[in-house]
């Protein structure tokens, strides 16, 4: 009896969910999914699941070699700055091949108004120049450096609260999770009467629907772009991500 491969998948992404699930269907594929656990109650992948950190890139690759780990996916987030490079380093020290799957970033089309920042402080320097009232869709742990804004009413939009020792000085908080309707983010835009909208350049079809009601309303974007990433090799969709793992 051929003896099953192990594939750990870096996920926590809708991309993760989706190849754990689709690598079940695979014959002698052992599937191990790894979440970072920031999340309360995260939604969990089918198969294996394991929580929590490897303690850098060292004991990701001793977690490798222990576990006689045969392959590694990094299907991380593409904000998860320190992550990519971490699964690049253990990867290449334990001596297993990596595939990066990873969404297509978004990019403006006609009528967008669009803003690039690298990094939420020049984000912050913008809005105190021309905003009323902005919609942050970020997530808790990306909060803090707009906390400072006064004179402007901040909607912010997370999973779950932010940290109850960060204080606003007019601020609105929506729970919600994704994927979300075009109508239901043109309502919110609409009825906050939001004039700047702040995001991440996460990409993918499930949070998209903001933009294009912003693009329609005539709304400010100012868009994070990606940090770096090391260069592995990566493919963009499910199915090639499969093909890679079938010819392992």
Known sequence: MTKAKTILVLGGTGEGM????????IPDIHIVSSLAGRVANPKLPPGEVRIGGFGGAAGLAAYLRQNKVAALIDA??????????NAAEAAAEAGIPLLRLERPAWSPQGGDRWIAVDDWGQAVD???RSARRVFLALGRQELAPFAALDGIHVVIRSVEAPDASLRFADAELVLARGPF???DERALLQTRRIDHLV????GGDATDAKLQ????????????RRPPRPDVPAVSSLAAALDWVRAL
């Open 76 to 85: 991380t987030h593409p904000f998860a700055r320190r992550m990519g490079w």
């Open 181 to 183: 309707k075009l109508d």
């Open 126 to 128: 913008i809005l105190r």
């Open 199 to 202: 995001c991440k350049n996460s």
């Open 18 to 25: 989706a190849l754990a699930e689709a690598l079940q269907a």
């Open 213 to 224: 009601a912003a693009r329609e309303l005539d709304i400010t974007v100012i868009m994070q």
